[in-house]
């Protein structure tokens, strides 16, 4: 059993290790619980313990975490990389290369939300391309109905929003 939690540890290691970007935890989710290799539960308590250990770092918004490999989990991978099944690789490299640009672009969109000092909303809206930000814009509304909203629709809408901003400022 400590074998196995182990390699889903190390699973989720390889995975951060071949992308330059972060991963959410929906995306680890549907590669794990597809390939069957645990449960949801199992998997969730291998993300907390590599996150309390140091090995990977976790940012979470209102609608989703997303997990950055930090360089402890870097050396750990490399370490152990070996104790992964050469199968259990080539269906990871599979999965990330032939969902790579979607597992990017999920994560190249960021919003979130906050209460500021005024008692309304302060959303933040983001767009990453390369680590840096494209459009990084912050709005202010009165409730917090509209700011999950507005942050909702920014992973929707987020390309139709830059296009005409950038229309109208050149």
């Known amino acids: 059993m400590a074998e196995a939690f ?3 540890k190390l699973i989720i290691l390889y995975m951060l290790d071949k992308v330059d970007f972060p991963l959410t935890n929906s995306q680890i989710s549907e590669f794990v619980l ?6 949801y539960f199992k998997l969730q308590q291998a993300l907390s313990e590599l996150a309390d250990g140091g090995l990977i770092l976790k940012e979470s918004t209102h609608n989703r975490t997303l997990f950055h490999l930090t360089e402890d989990g870097k ?7 070996d104790k992964i099944s050469k ?4 269906d990871i490299d599979h999965f990330l290369q032939t969902k790579q640009y979607d597992l990017k672009n999920e994560v190249s969109v960021k919003a979130d939300y906050m209460k500021n000092a005024g008692e309304e909303y302060s959303v933040r809206c983001q767009v990453f391309e390369n680590h840096e930000p494209l459009i990084d814009l912050t709005l202010s509304v009165p409730t917090e109905k509209e ?3 507005i942050a909702l629709n920014w992973q929707k809408k987020n390309q139709v929003v830059y296009a005409w901003l ?3 400022l050149l």
Not at 34 to 39: E, N, P
Not at 87 to 90: K, L, N, S, V
Request: glycine share 8%; hydrophobic share 35%; net charge negative.
């Open 87 to 90: 199968p259990i690789q080539d």
């Open 6 to 8: 182990t390699l889903y």
């Open 166 to 168: 950038m229309s109208q």
């Open 34 to 39: 597809d390939k069957g290799y645990t449960d």
């Open 75 to 81: 050396g750990t991978i490399h370490l152990f990389q």
């Open 147 to 149: 700011a999950a909203a």
